[in-house]
């Protein structure tokens, strides 16, 4: 069998960096535990939102929690009452898993506004997901989400693939479609990647997309460091 590497980690320092930016060698264990279930608890409350990725950026007695979604409005909800009401329970929720109870951390939430959603992976696969829930047919989802990508100018090429018990067949199979150029081999290649579960009527089904946006050069990230 091919042995698979996750898109995003393939390219970390060439086209991607981590989503949780800090390094402890005596605290790896407990931060790498509380970036998941802090994750876990944001996504699970905002997917429905336009969530596209969570990133993480700790200091001493700091974790910066950064939110980049396509629909900040609903987040932040009218005076700011949403975030408010959103931090109160990342807050609580934090106080219970957090290794070290001696110290205090201070958690500050930054909402990002994602600019082209729909050429957006994660957002995209939740879309489709969304879709899938509603009963929709999935080959239509499938054209019709490939079509709406394709019209954005940067995206170079698209593919999407749906794994389950499709339109309640008794055996689960494996569908997908694609258009344009994929180029998954190669490193500088700008991909979009996400995976999302879409919870059936018959089971769940695997939602899996690509993205590609064209290739990044040095002189690319030089001014987009500048």
Known sequence: MGKKVHPLVFRIGETT????????????????????YLRKLVTDKLKKQGLSKIEMERSENELKIIIHTSRPGLIIGKGGAGIETLKKEIDNFYKRIREDKSSKTNIKLQIEEVSKPESNAQI?????????EKRMPFRRVLKQSIEKVMQNSEVKGVKIMISGRLDGA?????????KGNIPLQTIRADIDYAQVNAYCR?????????????????????ENKK
């Open 202 to 222: 018959y089971g769940v089904s695997g939602i899996k997309v690509w993205i590609y946006k064209g290739e990044v050069f040095k002189e690319q990230k030089k």
């Open 124 to 132: 995209l696969g939740q879309q489709i997901a969304d879709q899938m």
């Open 17 to 36: 960096t981590w989503r949780s930016m800090w390094f402890s060698l005596k605290k790896y264990k407990g931060f790498l535990k509380e970036d998941y």
């Open 170 to 178: 008794e055996m689960a199979r494996t569908e997908w479609l694609s």
